[in-house]
Each structure stands twice: as C-alpha cells, then as structure tokens.
C-alpha cells in the first residue's frame, strides 16, 4: 500500500445508505488539540452520591458499594472528589449546589455521579433521596431531585466539561402512587460539553447486582482504569460489556456532546503519530476485523471492539455482531419513544435493510467547468451477501452501512461525527460533487473528492 493510497483512506468513502444517519468526514485524530491539552491540565472535580439505606421504599444493595469504588477510582485519577452516601433530600440538594459553584469557581473538569433509585414523570429524571415519602404526584418535585436542577448548575458554571453519570435506571419505587408512562429515566441530550450517561437504554430498567458492585457501575471501574483509553472508548467498552454479561437484556446509554478528547489515564507522551506508524496500525486493525467478521461466533467481533472501540471499522463490527448475537436468541432492546419529549431530539435507528432492486440516481458535476451540466448515472442494488451491496452486476461495491468498499472487501473507514447526509470521497479526484436520490427521490448522499 503506497503512502498516497493510505492518506486516501482517512477520507470516508462515498456513501449510499438509505436513510442512514452516520455518512460523515472521517476525521483522523490522534494530534491532540490544545483544548484537550488544556483539559489534561484543568482541575478537576467530582461529586459521587450514593443513597442505598432507603426509609420508605426498597433498601439497595450495591450503591453504598459502588459510590465508595467510585470514588477511590476518581481520588486516583486526580480528582478532587466529594463522597456523599444516604443523603436525604436538604443534603443532595447542598451538595449539588456546592458542586456547581466550585465548578465556576475553578474551572474544573467536572464529573457528577448517582447511584440510588431514580424514575421519569412527564420527561422529567427524578434522583431519590433517601428521605423521600412520595404519595401523590404533588409531592415529586419537592421531595426528589430533579436532573434538569443539576444540568442548570453546570450550564451556569461554563466549565470546560463535565461527565454525569446515572446508575439509576431501576424500577419506579413509587409505582403504587406515581405511575409514570416509562421504566427507567427518559432520554435527555447532553448539554455543551457534556458527556451524559445511563446505566441502560431510555424507557429500560437496570438491575442493581449480585456482586459487591452493581453490573453497570462495575464495568465502569474495570474501564475507567485502562491507560490511553479516550473517555468515550471507556464508555463504549462499558455497554459492549454490560450488553454480553446481561444477555442484551441491559445495555448502557450515552448522549454527548464532548468536542475535545479526555482520558482518565493519559498517555504518557501525547505525540503524533508517524506515517510508517500509521500504515503499520492501519494493517493491524484491518487484519483483525477481517478475521472478526467473518466468524459466526461472537468472540472475534467483540475482541477487535474492545480494542478499537472507536475504530475505522467499528461500526462494520457493530452491525456484524448485532446480526450474530441475533441469530443466538439475543432479543433487540426496544428504545422508548421520545416523540413529545422536550428534552431531546430523540433517537434514529440505521437503515440498513437494502433490497434488491433498490436503485440510487446520482448527479456528477465538474466543478472546474463553468457552467458545466450534470452528468446523471443510476446504481441498482442487484445482489446482496453477508458483508457486501452490489450494484450494476459489480460495477459498484457498499458495504452492509452503505459506505464504498475497499476493493470489494467490504473494508471501509468512517467516524459518525458531523452532519447527517455528508461524506468525502477520494474516488473521483479533486474536481468532482457528486449528488445522490433514491429511486423515491430524496436526497440521501452527497460528496466532494478533495
């Protein structure tokens, strides 16, 4: 592979997927910008709460645990951390408020975390404290705590950025006197610079645990503790993980909104990478999802996931494992729906069911020629297998996401991170836009080769 044919596969290859959500510029990012250079050298701050000894509903078993853990793991990454158990309502509201002035007050690099019951009312997350006595829907607002009372704080403070994580995705306790429409707490999106996680999907409930930690949390610790690994590689080996040792059956929930890369254990030496490392990396990752996906057995998928969780193939495994656990007897965890809810945009799923015949027109233009005229050509779906689409009896090749393959393997690189609808292309050199219907005429891709 010549170093020109390697530059050209850090551009996203042209898409086609339907109504896929995920075409984008792969951004090739290992150089650490200044802002995460400023966020290694930022103070940092958390408070961790723990409510297990509750008066008046289900005592837990594991938050007591998993707020202690929590906090040595925090202590030992440079925190400076605020360890809070069995607070009853005056005392998680103080603390929180505490929390969010010394946020402003220095600057810090943020993280909040929750262990205890929690339940949604009218899209609202409601924190348990152990005092509460609800009995009507009245009594909600005044003795819990609302999420929303936190995300003011933070926006307020205009830290750098901030991690809220929830381990209290479990049954309403108040169930015989609230009922609300959902399990489990309700999507929210993460505010500016704001990592926001759940211990299990929107509208789903988590389990508190056999073990001395709760299985959400416990992951949590084991990832939190691996050198090098960027915070949102943490998160996605925590859900990977909950998702196997639950049988599906739980599967962690992230929204962010992070524009800078932080890591709980930095590198020791942030650098950039050489070209030969590069290629040298390149091949490395490339050898093993190939072997991953073509098993038939978990295994392999889940092995180069939780070594490239963010990797140029990340998303081809995803799906491959999603197709394998599926074929095992792993039922698909239904997301609530979120249509009402003012405190998201929701949730979209890939499509990523071609069918044959399927058929995309595409528009070519030149961009050099003045006034030059559309060249129109049309791509039909005429076969499809296990890793690949093809079009015109091979004249074009996608994968299963609808992203160009690499000579005809299936292996492309992607990185979901901008705007829906947008991707590059080095397939047509730098003069060429190209534009994308399907046969029912929407817009569904569009590139321009740089």
Not at 407 to 414: H, I, S, V
Request: positive net charge.
């Amino acid at each position: 592979m010549n170093p020109e044919s390697f530059t050209r596969r850090r551009l996203l290859q042209g898409g086609l997927a339907g109504s896929l959500f995920l075409p984008v510029p792969w951004a090739w990012v290992w150089a650490q910008s200044e802002g995460a250079m400023k966020l290694l050298r930022a103070p940092k701050q958390a408070l961790v709460i723990g409510n297990s000894a509750y008066r008046s509903v289900a005592v837990l078993r594991n938050p007591g645990n998993d707020s202690a853990a929590m906090a040595e793991v925090l202590r030992a990454t440079g925190f400076e951390v605020t360890l809070v158990q069995d607070a009853d309502h005056a005392r998680m509201r103080a603390a929180m408020e505490a929390y969010a002035k010394a946020l402003e007050a220095k600057k810090s690099v943020g993280l909040f975390y929750f262990a205890g019951h929690g339940f949604q009312l009218d899209w609202r997350n409601y924190l348990v404290p152990v005092d509460a006595k609800v009995e009507s829907v009245q009594d909600v607002s005044a003795q819990c705590v609302d999420v929303a009372t936190l995300l003011d704080g933070i926006r307020q403070a205009a830290n750098p950025m901030n991690v809220i994580v929830l381990d209290a995705c479990r049954d309403n306790p108040f169930e015989g006197q609230v009922r609300a429409a959902q399990k489990g707490l309700s999507q929210m999106d993460a505010p500016t610079r704001t990592l926001l996680a759940y211990a299990t999907s929107p509208g789903n409930g988590a389990d508190d645990g056999t073990g001395a930690n709760g299985l959400y949390t416990e992951s949590l610790l084991k990832e939190m503790k691996v050198r090098e690994a960027k915070i949102e590689d943490v998160f996605k080996r925590v859900r990977l993980g909950v998702r196997r040792a639950s049988g599906g059956r739980q599967i962690p929930w992230e929204s962010t909104s992070l524009e800078e890369d932080f890591y709980f254990l930095p590198p020791e030496q942030l650098r950039k990478l050489s070209r030969e490392e590069e290629e040298r990396e390149f091949r490395e990752e490339l050898a093993l999802f190939e072997k991953a996906r073509q098993a038939s057995e978990p295994a392999p998928l889940v092995g180069y996931l939780r070594k490239y969780p963010s990797g140029r193939f990340a998303e081809l495994a995803q799906h491959r494992l999603d197709q394998v656990l599926l074929a095992k007897g792993e039922k698909r965890v239904d997301i609530a729906p979120s249509a009402g809810n003012p405190f998201t945009a929701g949730t979209v799923r890939a499509d990523t069911k071609f069918k044959v015949g399927d058929s995309f027109t595409y528009n070519e233009v030149d961009r050099l020629a003045w006034g030059g005229k559309p060249t129109q050509f049309t791509l039909t779906v005429t076969a499809i297998d296990d890793a690949r689409v093809i079009f015109n009896d091979g004249q074009a090749v996608r994968d299963l996401l609808g992203t160009r393959s690499a000579q005809g393997t299936g292996a492309t690189t992607r990185r979901g991170r901008t705007s829906p609808w947008s991707t590059r292309s080095a397939r047509d050199g730098p003069r060429r836009t190209i534009r994308a219907k399907r046969a029912s005429g929407r817009v569904i891709s569009s590139w321009i080769s740089i």
